[in-house]
């Protein structure tokens, strides 16, 4: 079955940036409407930025002007470029997607999560 997968976590300091990738596990023949969510420890899983096919993006107040999502059409592969990262920014990444195949649509597919340590 069709899942998305992450990448791209890892540790900096704070005033660092990371980028995420975020693709389907199987070639796809688009990414639809998607968020990226994150999961702080001991909270709920939010919605940080979401983006739909057309290129149209929406964020959360707490990311405005650092965070920035992107794709790549070519690969269906979408990004999420964390620029001047918080120690509140820590947290498991997660993208969520809908996405087209040749056969299906799958809405609401969701990835392993990465990990992304903002800390001096």
């Known amino acids: 079955q069709v899942h998305m997968v992450e990448s791209g976590g890892g540790v900096v300091q704070p005033g660092g940036s990371l980028r995420l990738s975020c693709a389907a596990s199987r070639s796809v023949l688009s990414i639809n409407a998607m968020g990226w969510y994150r999961q702080a420890p001991g909270k709920e899983r939010e919605l940080v930025a979401r983006s739909t096919l057309g290129g149209s993006t929406d964020y959360t107040e707490s990311v405005k002007g650092r965070f920035t999502v992107s794709r790549d059409y070519a690969s269906n592969t979408v990004y999420l470029q964390m620029n001047s990262l918080k120690p509140g920014d820590t947290g498991v990444y997660y993208c969520?997607?809908?996405?087209?195949?040749?056969?299906?649509?799958?809405?609401?597919?969701w990835g392993q999560g990465t990990l992304v340590t903002v800390s001096s």
């Open positions: 969520n997607a809908d996405i087209s195949t040749l056969y299906s649509t799958y809405l609401g597919l």
